[in-house]
């Protein structure tokens, strides 16, 4: 079994508030793209690694990546992403080497998932768990709303679970469920689930939460400079 990476690093991260895209903002000394195509390459059993990145910063994700391709020995395509996320993932897969028949689909702004967790989803992928998704515990209570803000319900907490990237997938189901159900979800589980498939949810990590606001910055960038 040969296992490939798509890293989607397309998006503007506007909430950001930075100059760049949010992929080549620069956290823990280095930019985040970099941060995720390292842990990607780093992980047991990666054969290929394909980058999608913003149209206009193509050289700049080639010139980030190169040298972490080298000192890894795994090649990292970067290709030009699409208008919505799942463009971008469709994007990336068509790049994949054939021979890869399992794909994480990870995104750029989870930068600090650590090889680990792409072994962890890579290792769960199977003929009958074809979809994984890594998740860990909710700590607040979440309420489902109205369009008018009123609570139609409370979901029982226990039962629920922030879900992360790296995603895994049968390479074959991937493909099946972006066809099918196009780039309409914020996440590549949720178009297995469409299909009819079940999706196993394994064991998150608290450093492959997603930075969207620069607060999110501060708690992972002291997260990570604080462990071993
Ligand atoms: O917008 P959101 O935070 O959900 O984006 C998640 C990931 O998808 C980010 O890493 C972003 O770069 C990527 N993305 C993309 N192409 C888009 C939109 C988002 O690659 N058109």
Redesign the pocket.
């Given at each position: 079994m040969s296992v490939g990476v798509v890293?989607?690093?397309?998006?503007?991260?506007t909430?950001l508030g930075a100059a760049q895209?949010?992929?080549f903002v620069p956290v823990a000394g280095a930019p985040l793209l970099t941060h995720a195509v390292r842990a990607a390459t780093a992980a047991a059993g990666v054969s290929a690694v394909v980058v999608?990145?913003?149209t206009t910063h193509l050289d700049d994700a080639a010139a980030l990546v190169e040298p972490v391709s080298r000192s890894s020995g795994i090649p990292v395509q970067v290709v030009p992403?699409?208008?919505?996320?799942?463009?971008?993932?469709l994007a990336g897969l068509r790049w994949l080497p054939q021979e890869c028949d399992i794909v994480l689909v990870?995104?750029?702004?989870?930068a600090f998932a650590p090889p680990e967790l792409f072994e962890r989803v890579a290792a769960a992928v199977t003929e009958q768990t074809p979809a994984i998704v890594p998740g860990l515990p909710v700590v607040d209570t979440i309420k489902v709303v109205d369009d008018d803000g009123f609570v139609r319900d409370t979901p029982d907490r226990a039962s629920l679970r922030a879900v992360q990237?790296p995603q895994g997938f049968r390479r074959d189901v991937l493909l099946a469920a972006h066809a099918t159900h196009g780039s309409s979800a914020?996440d590549d589980a949720t178009l297995v689930e469409r299909l009819g498939l079940r999706v196993l949810v394994v064991d998150g990590h608290p450093a492959a939460d997603?930075i969207?606001t620069p607060a999110d910055v501060v708690r992972l960038e002291r997260l990570v400079l604080s462990e071993p």
């Open positions: 890293i989607v690093a397309a998006g503007s991260g909430r895209p949010k992929a999608v990145a913003p992403g699409g208008a919505e996320r799942g463009d971008s993932v990870h995104d750029a702004a989870r990237t914020t997603k969207t």
